[in-house]
């Protein structure tokens, strides 16, 4: 089975924009529960994909504008705007 770069595991038949939303409910969700945004590392564990794939799905939400990075951060940190 083959996955678009930045593609989350999902069920067949979920479109790129699915999958966009649910980094976005992960992002928010995370944040809410603890009250700082998840990393990188955080999704990639959460969806079990590659590195450079949930690296894809952030620029893909940013270019976006539907996320923005956290300022003055050197983690990869994101923030639900």
């Known amino acids: 089975m ?10 067949p038949g979920f479109s790129e ?5 649910q980094y976005l409910a992960f992002i928010y969700t995370y944040a809410d529960m603890f009250h700082r945004a998840p990393a990188e ?5 959460h969806f079990q994909v590659s590195p450079p794939s949930v690296h894809q799905m952030i620029l893909t ?6 996320i923005s990075p956290s300022a003055g951060r050197r983690q990869k940190h994101r923030t639900a705007r």
């Open 2 to 11: 083959s996955q678009k770069s930045g593609a989350a595991r999902r069920e």
């Open 41 to 45: 590392a955080d999704m990639q564990r």
């Open 61 to 66: 939400l940013e270019r976006n504008s539907l």
């Open 17 to 21: 924009k699915q999958g966009q939303y």
